[in-house]
């Protein structure tokens, strides 16, 4: 007890304020912090050029002078020079000297033969589609909506893309690319040694499912998408050497699976889709599946409690995005648990991978 009859608890800073409340005066490397994130689209939208612009490609050789590369990319030469000026001062490029510019590790990643790229990734989350979208982020937070209807009169993301192939196949390529990272951590964190037929529902245009055939001589594949998704798929399946041992097989996941195959796979699918849907798809894999199948859901995994990671704040924000974009959500493992009970499945694992995805893994109950 004080004097004057108070607890002194650790809960309680020197002025009897609570510490988990901020002082009064706001710290300047606070305000420097939360202004950095604040103008984040700027820098965004800087690395967007570059990779549009190719700049990567064109470096890919050794430093090159501003007046070159402006001729090469059809670029102004002095505004290139500020924009790779100011991405050399995000370590993206490197001035060699004034007026000439080579690649730094991270612009690497924006060279397009690169393994590894993102450029496609770039080009999708910088593209001015997801910059509509996320500029709807208000409307989106007090209804509940995604941000279609508001801007285009559409329902969400998936009548956007039906009715612009463009952007669609920009996506396609993206996700693409997305799947080069989890391929390798998948194949290390899941055992296929016992299956005969793998099913990769909503596997895009291949390329997770055409790593696990290659790393799994004795495997089956059969990759299931929409007809406007997998009609991209056979090139990249007969480039990887599996082209033989995969069936493409067009459909609606909402609608049916294919049948009695040993492992279903879903990467990256159950998150587009909100509760309702994404249960019915669960039951439809539930429906396919024979008494010994399994089921394999590979997802971001939202912690209870958020804490201030580079994980996790990669999580919440692709949380966001499903918000503003699908209608779908990222989701905590208790989450997962209900969603996949509701479709009479039974969780037996939920593990990280060395990729920003878990497995989930579940059977019918």
Same mark, same amino acid.
């Given at each position: 007890m004080t004097p004057s009859g108070g607890l002194t608890t650790p809960e309680r800073g020197a002025a009897g304020r609570p510490q988990d409340q901020p002082d009064d005066d706001v710290p300047a490397a606070a305000a420097a912090a939360l202004l950095q994130q604040a103008t984040a689209f700027q820098l965004s939208q800087a690395i967007w050029v570059a990779a549009k612009l190719s700049v990567a490609d064109h470096l890919r050789d050794g430093p090159m002078t501003v007046e070159k590369l402006a001729v090469l990319t059809g670029s102004a030469p002095a505004p290139l020079h500020r924009l790779l000026r100011a991405l050399a001062a995000f370590r993206i490029f490197r001035q060699t000297e004034p007026g000439t510019f080579a690649l730094a590790p991270q612009g690497a990643c924006l060279r397009s033969d690169a393994d590894g790229s993102i450029r496609d990734l770039v080009l999708l989350f910088?593209?001015?589609?997801f910059w509509q979208t996320?500029?709807?982020?208000?409307?989106?937070?007090?209804?509940?909506?995604?941000?279609?209807?508001? /801007?285009?009169?559409?329902?969400?993301?998936? @009548?956007?893309?039906?009715?612009?192939?463009? @952007?669609? @196949?920009?996506?396609?390529?993206?996700?693409?690319?997305?799947?080069?990272?989890?391929?390798?951590?998948?194949?290390?964190?899941?055992?296929?040694?016992?299956?005969? #037929?793998?099913?990769?529902?909503?596997?895009?245009?291949?390329?997770?499912?055409?790593?696990?055939? &290659?790393?799994?001589?004795? $495997?089956?594949?059969?990759?299931?998408?929409?007809?406007?998704?997998?009609?991209?798929?056979?090139?990249?399946?007969? @480039?990887?050497?599996?082209?033989?041992?995969?069936?493409?097989?067009?459909?609606?996941? $909402?609608?049916?699976?294919?049948?009695?195959?040993?492992?279903?796979?879903?990467?990256?699918?159950?998150?587009?889709?909100?509760?309702?849907?994404?249960?019915?798809? $669960?039951?439809?894999?539930?429906?396919?599946?024979?008494?010994?199948? &399994? /089921?394999?859901? /590979?997802?971001?995994? $939202?912690?209870?409690?958020a804490e201030p990671t580079s994980s996790i704040?990669? &999580?919440?924000?692709?949380?966001?995005?499903? /918000?503003?974009? #699908?209608?779908?959500?990222?989701?905590?493992?208790?989450?997962?648990?209900d969603l996949l009970t509701q479709a009479s499945l039974r969780v037996i694992r939920i593990a990280s991978t060395a990729a920003p995805v878990s497995v989930i893994e579940a059977v019918r109950a």
């Open positions: 910088g593209g001015e589609n996320w500029g709807a982020l208000l409307h989106c937070v007090r209804t509940g909506e995604t941000a279609f209807p508001q /801007l285009f009169g559409m329902r969400n993301s998936f @009548e956007y893309y039906a009715r612009n192939p463009a @952007e669609s @196949e920009r996506m396609n390529h993206a996700m693409t690319a997305g799947s080069l990272a989890i391929a390798p951590a998948v194949i290390a964190a899941c055992d296929f040694s016992a299956a005969r #037929t793998i099913a990769d529902i909503g596997g895009g245009h291949g390329r997770l499912i055409a790593g696990i055939l &290659k790393a799994n001589a004795g $495997l089956r594949g059969i990759l299931f998408d929409f007809a406007g998704v997998v009609a991209g798929a056979a090139e990249l399946l007969g @480039e990887a050497g599996v082209a033989d041992r995969c069936d493409i097989i067009a459909g609606d996941m $909402l609608t049916s699976v294919p049948a009695d195959c040993d492992i279903y796979l879903m990467s990256r699918v159950i998150n587009i889709f909100d509760d309702a849907q994404a249960v019915a798809v $669960l039951k439809n894999c539930r429906a396919a599946m024979a008494a010994d199948a &399994k /089921l394999i859901v /590979l997802e971001r995994v $939202l912690p209870e409690i704040q990669s &999580k919440v924000m692709s949380d966001l995005t499903m /918000l503003v974009r #699908t209608g779908g959500r990222e989701r905590t493992a208790n989450e997962f648990h």
